[in-house]
């Protein structure tokens, strides 16, 4: 089936820098990827996502890019703040919509004071 | 608004016991999904509904049934629990159409089997 890789599984950044996280995946026929941050205890949220005929979107300090050649998106967060601190996850639909979506396995981002 | 609606929250079970969890949401989406979470393994897909009725399995379907009589309800079984089912469950939903648009997930149950 189809395969998501997330790296990294930690990334520890100073507040006020820029965090990047790095998703692949292995369907060509995908054409949605969703990023969903989740806070301990509690519900997975939406934060952003991309469809296939765009190649990048931005919602104030976040954007996600993609380049379906070499099949891979990326999460871009600036000017980082403590709020930020949380497990982001990205994903795509398999099959180009077939079985659902498929979620890499999580990048924990520690904002440091 | 309450979106998606997950009951029980917290649950305890011992091994070959059944329960089922309910998933209900009002906002008139035709797909609904049940995900489970496990640390170090994000969320897997166990099944999911396009509409009232249907069902199909996802990546980990073993040892879980599941019914979509009404379209606001999913349910989600586990007819003889096991220790390998002890996990945080999401339910989520979607509006028809294709797997292209956004899902919006409830807050969870974790279910602990001993």
């Known amino acids: 089936g189809e395969n998501v890789e997330q790296h990294p599984s930690t990334l520890s950044v100073q507040e006020g820098d820029s965090a990047v996280i790095k998703c692949t995946y292995s369907d060509s026929a995908s054409n949605y990827f969703p990023w969903y941050k989740q806070e301990l205890g509690k519900r997975p949220q939406l934060i952003i996502d991309i469809r296939s005929n765009v190649g990048e979107k931005k919602d104030q300090r976040i954007a996600v890019t993609l380049n379906k050649t070499a099949k891979h998106f990326s999460l871009h967060i600036t000017e980082t703040q403590p709020e930020d601190s949380a497990v982001y996850f990205c994903?795509?639909?398999?099959?180009?919509?077939?079985?659902?979506?498929?979620f890499g396995k999580g990048t924990h981002l520690i904002i440091q004071p | 608004n309450a979106g998606v609606t997950q009951t029980p929250k917290f649950r305890v079970l011992k091994t070959g016991q059944s329960m089922t969890l309910l998933c209900a949401q009002d906002?008139?989406?035709?797909?609904m999904y049940w995900y489970r979470q496990d640390p170090g393994m994000g969320l897997r897909l166990i099944h999911y509904s396009v509409g009232e009725g249907t069902t199909a399995k996802g990546e980990v379907p073993d040892g879980y049934n599941v019914s979509r009589l009404k379209k606001q309800n999913f349910l989600l079984g586990l007819e003889s629990a096991a220790p390998s089912q002890t996990s945080v469950y999401f339910c989520?939903?979607?509006?028809?159409?294709?797997?292209?648009?956004?899902?919006?997930f409830g807050d969870g149950t974790r279910l602990s089997i001993l």
């Open positions: 994903a795509t639909n398999q099959g180009g919509g077939a079985d659902g979506l498929t």
């Open positions: 989520a939903s979607s509006t028809g159409g294709g797997f292209d648009q956004p899902q919006h």
């Open positions: 906002m008139n989406h035709e797909y």
